[in-house]
C-alpha cells in the first residue's frame, strides 16, 4: 500500500500492518507496528519520499517491506545516552529476526522478518 510522504503517514502504516496482520498473536504485531513505524518515519525524514508497504508470509516468517524513493541506505548507528535520534535501526536490529535493504534505483526497499 502506498503512503504520501506526511507525518500522518506513520500512523496509517501502523494501522495497515495491524489490519493485515489480525490473525497474528498480538505481540507479533505489536513488534510489527512499531518496527513498520521505525521504517516509515525514516522514509519521510531521511528519504523526503513517499512509501511503500508491503506484507507477506511464507513458512512460518512474516515479511513487512518499506519501499521509497531515497537512495540514501540506511546506517545502523550507535548512538549515545544523550542522543535523541539514531535508535530506528537499532531497534530494528534488536526486534527482529532477520532485516536487509535492496538497492532499488532509484530507491531502495528496507524489510524486515519476523517469526511466526
Known amino acids: 500500500m502506498r503512503f504520501p510522504m506526511a507525518i500522518e503517514s506513520v500512523s496509517r502504516a501502523r494501522q495497515f500492518v495491524r489490519s493485515a496482520l489480525q490473525r497474528f498473536p498480538g505481540d507479533t504485531v505489536d513488534t510489527a507496528e512499531l518496527l513498520t513505524s521505525e521504517l516509515a518515519t525514516n522514509a519521510i525524514v ?23 524513493q531515497s537512495g540514501l541506505m540506511p ?3 550507535s548512538p549515545g545516552a544523550s542522543d535523541v535520534r539514531g535508535r530506528g535501526l537499532l531497534i530494528l536490529d534488536r526486534l527482529s529476526d532477520r532485516w536487509g535493504t535492496a538497492d532499488n534505483r532509484p530507491g531502495k526497499t528496507v524489510w524486515f522478518d519476523l517469526a511466526t
Request: proline letters at 0%.
Open 75 to 77: 546506517v545502523l548507528l
Open 46 to 68: 531521511h528519504g523526503h519520499t513517499a512509501f511503500d508497504v508491503m506484507v507477506s508470509d511464507a513458512d512460518g516468517t512474516l515479511r513487512i517491506a518499506v519501499t521509497d
